[in-house]
């Protein structure tokens, strides 16, 4: 049985969008398999991507979203959110006023290439603090930047910037070297929050349980509470997260 109470804060659920939920069928599917693991809440991040829908009709997918699955009596909630690349289109999105960010707006879901190195990455984390936003940085075990230079994580968590497990990485989804990071970042207490990234409903019943019991026998109960649960909610209202004891 799922501890209730996770909030998801990376996750494709919202339909045609981006490269996530093809249908609402398939995000109805999706949101049921989030709902069994024990999620009651998820924040979808679309791709923020120049191609893809603008932030009002996201906001009018996600709201009907909504209303789908309170039809189909599937306890979800669902709020503000974005996956946004690390580049200059981004710095010019924030300057438009389309930044993006997560439910209460301090926080910033963001991206480094999954295969291409990210030299400046601390500069842009850095600029982003100065613009008034609080990195999140999604599956840095998945980046090259992180592969290459595995002390980065340390320098953007010490500079400020929250780190954002996937959990399927913990199974292996996303092959041995990224799980391998993973694990290791986890050991090292870098990692503030765990997420999902979910971006279809084939075997998620199946392996979200799978990865959240992967991550409970790597940290226990306690560190799993406060990456699934107490800094997803803290993130989402705008407050600071909890860090976990020096080791
Ligand atoms: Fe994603």
Redesign the pocket.
């Given at each position: 049985m799922a501890d209730p109470g996770y909030i998801d804060l990376?996750c494709?659920l919202l339909p045609a969008v981006d490269d996530g939920a093809k249908s609402v069928e398939e995000s109805v599917a999706m949101a049921r398999a989030l709902a069994a693991a024990g999620f009651a809440a998820v924040a979808p991040?679309p791709?923020a991507w120049p191609e893809n829908p603008s932030a009002a009709a996201i906001a009018e997918k996600r709201e009907a979203l909504a209303r789908r699955l309170a039809a189909e009596g599937i306890a979800l909630e669902l709020h503000p959110n974005a996956?946004n690349r690390l580049d200059p289109e981004l710095f010019d999105r924030i300057e438009r006023d389309d930044a993006r960010p997560l439910g209460a707006g301090r926080y910033l879901l963001v991206?480094a290439p999954f295969d291409a190195p990210l030299p400046r990455l601390p500069e842009l984390l850095f600029r982003l603090r100065v613009k008034g936003f609080t990195p999140i940085v999604?599956h840095p075990e998945r980046c090259l930047e992180f592969a290459e230079r595995p002390e980065r994580a340390r320098e953007a968590a010490e500079a400020g910037a929250a780190l954002q497990a996937e959990l399927g990485a913990l199974l292996g989804r996303y092959g041995p070297k990224a799980k391998k990071l993973c694990e290791r970042f986890l050991d090292e207490g870098l990692y503030a929050m765990a997420a999902s990234?979910l971006h279809g409903p084939v075997g998620a019943d199946r392996w979200l349980p799978e990865a959240i019991l992967a991550l409970r026998r790597r940290v226990g109960a306690e560190a799993t509470g406060r990456l699934l649960a107490e800094n997803p909610a803290r993130a989402l209202r705008g407050e600071d997260l909890v860090r976990p004891e020096a080791g």
């Open positions: 990376h494709h991040s791709h996956e991206e999604a990234d």
